[in-house]
């Protein structure tokens, strides 16, 4: 008898369909992999098991029995779990009044802290995780709230755990730790319903592999019958000849010169250049620094020393506008967060940096506005029904497009990109890559911080290690090996 079966199963939000007649099955103590390109329903048919969304037909067996999931808290109760990609803790509370949240032990008619404190670090500490429960979760850095919310999930002792995306914030060490939790989980006879974009990490946890495209099944695999060329074909519908489109252009003179940057203990002594044409990768785990150096570049914080020359010029960065004016743009790493207004339209996200060149007084000049959205969805190929789409209805790649865009209207000499990647499917991924080369390919520069591996060494032409705040090494292109940036990432831990 199956853990799960989930048979012809429909969803539509107002006139589009996202999913049709969708089939999926979960054997017990088994990891199955659910893939496909972002909006290829995945997400959606999950929200669907766990109560988030209500299918619009089809039918929900848990171990034989048929099942109307009408709520999160039905689902809860019938043993489903799900660690969601978008993270949604309750910042002021902390680590543990998130975990137990709803469900909170009790002495009397009062809330018994005592035993939640106690009971969250027994959890914490048998996932091996490092966290005070006391802490608020707001205070944390997203890598361990994700953990957080992954000891939530096991905490309710769920039958069917769904992780969607549960390794994209987190550091190596931690996801052995992570999956570690699933071979035991395994071992008790759940069932894991693992969405991720990391091949690697697919092939090696997976026992089935179903993927998903358009909303519509394509197949289920053995994970042992499938390969990685035939699952990205399927996925895709076409088959990706090259992940990374590294292209030789012609890296000319520094464009920028960092010497002795410090900030407080988040980096220290930092220098490095990077020139026009070229890919400047940053590589290190994650607290290493990276984002903080990039923060300070941009004017977001103020570092305690350090030069910066910028296109030949002695200059002072002090706040973002400062940055934007003398042509260094920043693509964050949260860009629901800090890169969109999601309630906002594609048009209206696309043009945000820009209204002052597009404005005449108090008004906006709308024929030239709407000019310049037709072409950045067009150059980037954003898949919207219109300017006027929400873009928080977009899937995660078209999302980052329309980051990208907004700062291509600025034309930037400098592009930083930091995790321009994350939760995006290989598809896009391979667009993200062409528009980066094409951009280098004009004689501008990017700096990419990357925490994957495989793709700072396919796409930077030099990488610079951080480790710990400090310069651990720097690395050609003809010297790049996973064991070397490795070395250098923990040279100062």
């Given at each position: 008898m199956n853990l799960l079966e989930m048979k012809g199963i429909e969803k539509s939000f107002n006139t589009v369909k996202v999913l049709h007649g969708v089939d999926f099955t979960l054997r017990k103590g088994t990891v199955h992999a659910l893939m496909g390109e972002n909006g290829a329903g995945k997400s959606t048919l999950m929200k669907v098991l766990a109560g988030i969304h209500k299918g619009d037909s089809g039918a929900v067996s848990i171990m034989g029995k048929t099942t109307d999931i009408n709520s999160p808290k039905k689902a809860q109760e019938l043993g489903v779990a799900m660690i969601h990609q978008e993270l949604s803790p309750i910042p002021e509370m902390t680590v543990a009044e998130n975990i137990y949240l709803g469900r909170e032990p009790k002495k009397g008619l009062f809330l018994n802290y005592d035993t939640m404190f106690k009971d969250t670090e027994k959890l914490l500490a048998s996932l091996k995780v490092n966290i005070n429960p006391k802490s608020k979760v707001g205070s944390l850095k997203v890598a361990d709230q994700q953990l957080v919310e992954i000891a939530k999930?096991?905490?309710?002792?769920?039958?069917?755990?769904?992780?969607?995306?549960?390794?994209?914030?987190?550091?190596?060490?931690?996801?052995?730790?992570?999956?570690?939790?699933?071979?035991?989980?395994?071992?008790?006879?759940?069932?894991?319903?693992?969405?991720?974009?990391?091949?690697?990490?697919?092939?090696?946890?997976?026992?089935?592999?179903?993927?998903?495209?358009?909303?519509?099944?394509?197949?289920?695999?053995?994970?042992?019958?499938?390969?990685?060329?035939?699952?990205?074909?399927?996925?895709?519908?076409?088959?990706?000849?090259?992940?990374?489109?590294?292209?030789?252009?012609?890296?000319?003179?520094?464009?920028?010169?960092?010497?002795?940057?410090?900030?407080?203990?988040?980096?220290?002594?930092?220098?490095?250049?990077?020139?026009?044409?070229?890919?400047?990768?940053?590589?290190?785990?994650?607290?290493?620094?990276?984002?903080?150096?990039?923060?300070?570049?941009?004017?977001?914080d103020k570092p305690d020393q350090g030069e910066i020359i910028f296109d030949g010029e002695k200059t002072s960065v002090r706040k973002p506008k400062q940055a934007i004016a003398k042509g260094i743009a920043y693509v964050t790493e949260d860009r629901k967060q800090e890169g969109l207004v999601l309630e906002m339209g594609v048009g209206a996200n696309i043009t945000l940096a820009s209204m002052k060149q597009l404005s005449s007084g108090l008004f906006v000049k709308e024929k030239q506005e709407k000019t310049v959205i037709s072409e950045q969805i067009e150059a980037l190929r954003i898949k919207t029904n219109g300017p006027r789409q929400l873009v928080k209805s977009l899937s995660g790649g078209n999302q980052q497009k329309v980051v990208l865009a907004k700062w291509m209207i600025k034309h930037p000499k400098l592009l930083i990109l930091d995790e321009p990647t994350r939760g995006i499917d290989v598809g896009a991924k391979s667009e993200i890559y062409k528009l980066m080369c094409d951009y280098a390919a004009k004689g501008n520069a990017i700096i990419m911080i990357s925490s994957e591996m495989q793709e700072v060494m396919g796409m930077a032409d030099r990488i610079l290690v951080l480790s710990n705040g400090r310069v651990g090494g720097e690395l050609s292109r003809e010297e790049f090996t996973q064991e070397e940036i490795m070395k250098m990432a923990v040279s100062h831990i």
């Open positions: 999930a096991i905490s309710l002792n769920a039958e069917i755990i769904i992780m969607d995306e549960p390794t994209s914030a987190i550091t190596n060490k931690e996801v052995e730790n992570l999956f570690t939790i699933i071979h035991d989980l395994k071992k008790q006879g759940k069932g894991i319903i693992y969405i991720s974009h990391k091949m690697d990490e697919i092939f090696r946890i997976s026992d089935d592999i179903t993927v998903l495209r358009d909303g519509v099944y394509v197949n289920t695999w053995k994970a042992s019958e499938i390969d990685n060329n035939t699952l990205i074909k399927n996925m895709v519908g076409r088959e990706l000849t090259e992940i990374y489109p590294k292209t030789a252009v012609p890296i000319t003179g520094p464009l920028l010169k960092v010497d002795n940057f410090t900030r407080g203990n988040h980096f220290k002594n930092v220098s490095f250049e990077v020139r026009r044409g070229e890919i400047f990768g940053i590589a290190g785990l994650v607290g290493a620094g990276r984002t903080e150096l990039m923060h300070a570049l941009f004017g977001l």
